[in-house]
């Protein structure tokens, strides 16, 4: 239903999204994950026009977003929940783009009861909403023209533990309908859950995607085990001795090869295990892993020396 | 925020591609309508207006008493005369207001989504401020007929009817909305509401002064000047439409110079503007 064309987007120098392509499937929810910075706000401004592309397209159903008649009974869009009118009310917001878009005003209620706001809330000026409220507003809004997809930046970002869930709950529902969702996140366990098909990406370039289960099998080297026997010495050796990088890791180890090649290798040293089980191997280890080259912190370097002291004052102020 | 509510109804899709015919485009009167509830929805906005109208009929009521008060003759034309001058850049604030908070508030991002061709929602808030200008002059004249009624049924003897009707049917409208289309056109150059307003004023009250200064440094630039002080123009259009060939060229000119110029080079800047 979305299509990312060979999308780059430079800025100077800078190539803030580079030859990117994804496409996004109706009846799914697509994730977009990446670090700060990956560019993937970039991308999906560029969905709905409000950034030139430099080159590539990207096409909504077939169709350029600008050239959508009324786009917002087709596409919902939540960029940027703050971009709104501090002095205006919720309701007000929400009246607004029903005005634009054509709607009737009982549509309103509707979706601030859909989100959860209450009438007293969406009296309030949009300057005293909490995080949390403002993405609720975001996220009415982009529903308003009960639109066919919707392009969600950080729709998770300020809500609580509940209002992910809800949300959640909320997307999935939309996608079994029919629809579908694109959602960007940096917080992997937001998207894990819900995205039926996830894109990692980092500086501007798009590193894997794929469903959960692809994404983990097409890891490289990702398998890893833990072990615990009665002679870890004796295990670990063997497990070096079959070319496996082994680690000591609490009371055991902690080897880069599946819990089988683990037993083989203890049951050829005569080694008695007391323990063997998967490593336990998340998204998340992938996701660091796909785009450590390209995070801003390098993950296995430990944190920066805190600061030096102050310089010694000397002959007091000037 | 209970997690039974139901998920919202997408409508029904054929295939992967989006149907769109049975969907209009936003008619342009709807987007000047949106525009014009932005326009008093916010307490800027809205207290704006809400001191246009008071000055006034403030100024005018104030011009009144002081007419009881002492004994010389008033005409219509007094009351609506001076409260113009005000209105001249009082009215420009609010296209001012209409188009940079988008920018300030970060709105353009939400209003440019819901209608991509961004010329239409600018040319909407430029409709909706002619419209804004031309009810400040319907305001204006009303509590003129008011207050000179009110004169005429207390001192009958001092009172003269005498409407200029250039004035009131072609030079106050024609003024007032070219003040505003000015402060339009810096306002989408500009993209600042602070920015905008002093070089609305600046451009509009100092501009004469400093353009006198230059000229008396360089005597040749003095044949330069008419063509370009656009507060001496349109303040001459008060009296009617010009009537030499090189009075319409001078107003052109500096209509030229400090409204359409401008107007393109925000309008270029606005339709190509990453909306952040």
């Known amino acids: 239903m979305i299509r990312v064309d060979h999308l780059t987007k430079t800025y100077g ?116 909403y909490s995080l949390g409220m403002k993405q609720r507003l975001g996220i009415a809004h982009a529903l308003l023209g009960e639109p066919e997809v919707l392009i969600l930046d950080e729709p998770a970002n300020g809500l609580d533990p509940a209002g992910i869930r809800w ?7 939309y996608a079994d309908r029919g629809g579908t969702v694109l959602l960007s996140s940096h917080l992997l366990n937001e998207v894990e859950l819900i995205a039926d098909e996830m894109i990692l990406i980092g500086h501007g370039r798009v590193v894997a995607h794929g469903d959960k289960k692809s994404l983990l099998a097409g890891a490289q080297g990702a398998a890893t085990s833990l072990v615990t026997s009665l002679d870890n010495h004796a295990l670990a050796s063997a497990l070096t001795g079959r070319g496996h990088v082994v680690e000591a890791m609490g009371e055991g180890l902690r080897v880069n090869v599946a819990t089988e090649e683990v037993g083989r290798a203890a049951l050829a040293a005569g080694v008695v295990l007391t323990d063997l089980r998967s490593g336990g191997v998340g998204l998340e280890d992938l996701f660091l892993e796909l785009t450590s080259a390209t995070a801003r912190e390098p993950v296995t370097v430990p944190p920066p020396p805190p600061p030096p002291p102050p310089p010694p004052t000397m002959g007091g102020h000037q | 925020m209970s997690a039974a509510m139901p998920a919202p109804m997408p409508a029904a899709m054929p295939g992967p591609s989006l149907d769109t015919s049975a969907t209009a485009a936003i008619p342009f009167w709807r987007l000047a309508l949106v525009e014009l509830r932005k326009a008093y929805n916010t307490r800027a906005g809205f207290w704006l207006l809400f001191t246009i109208g008071l000055l006034i009929t403030l100024l005018q009521v104030v011009q009144l008493i002081t007419f009881l008060a002492q004994d010389y003759t008033t005409t219509f034309t007094d009351f609506t005369g001076n409260v113009w001058i005000v209105s001249l850049v009082l009215v420009p604030m609010l296209p001012i207001l209409l188009v940079t908070t988008e920018w300030s508030q970060r709105t353009a991002v939400v209003t440019f989504a819901i209608e991509p061709r961004r010329l239409r929602v600018i040319f909407a808030k430029l409709a909706v401020a002619v419209a804004l200008a031309l009810a400040v002059v319907v305001l204006m004249l009303v509590v003129a007929v008011a207050c000179t009624a009110v004169a005429d049924l207390l001192r009958p003897d001092y009172v003269e009817w005498s409407v200029d009707k250039t004035f009131v049917f072609v030079g106050a409208p024609l003024t007032v909305l070219t003040t505003t289309v000015f402060g339009f056109a810096v306002a989408c150059m500009l993209l600042n509401t602070p920015a905008a307003i002093v070089l609305f004023l600046l451009s509009w009250y100092a501009s004469v002064g400093v353009l006198a200064a230059i000229a008396a440094l360089i005597p040749p630039f003095e044949d330069v000047l ?39 080079v925000g309008m270029g800047r606005i339709v190509n503007a990453e909306v952040k």
């Open chain 1, 13 to 128: 120098q800078f190539r803030a999204v580079d030859d990117v392509s994804f496409t996004c499937q109706q009846g799914r929810v697509t994730g977009f994950l990446g670090p700060n910075g990956a560019g993937k706000t970039t991308t999906m401004r560029v969905m709905v026009g409000l950034t030139p592309a430099s080159s590539g397209r990207v096409t909504i159903g077939g169709l350029d977003y600008a050239s959508i008649p009324n786009p917002g009974r087709h596409v919902g869009v939540l960029l940027d929940a703050s971009a709104q009118h501090g002095g205006r009310t919720g309701r007000e917001i929400l009246s607004l783009g029903a005005l634009a878009m054509g709607l009737p005003s009982r549509r309103v209620d509707e979706m601030l009861a859909l989100v959860g706001l209450t009438d007293g809330e969406a009296k309030r000026r949009l300057r005293n």
């Open chain 1, 167 to 173: 949300m959640r709950g909320l997307l999935k529902g």
């Open chain 2, 226 to 264: 008419p063509w370009i002080t656009l507060q001496i123009n349109v303040l001459v259009l008060a009296d009617g439409l010009p009537s030499e060939a090189s009075d319409w060229g001078h107003l052109l000119v500096s209509l030229g110079v400090w409204i359409v110029l401008p107007l393109f």
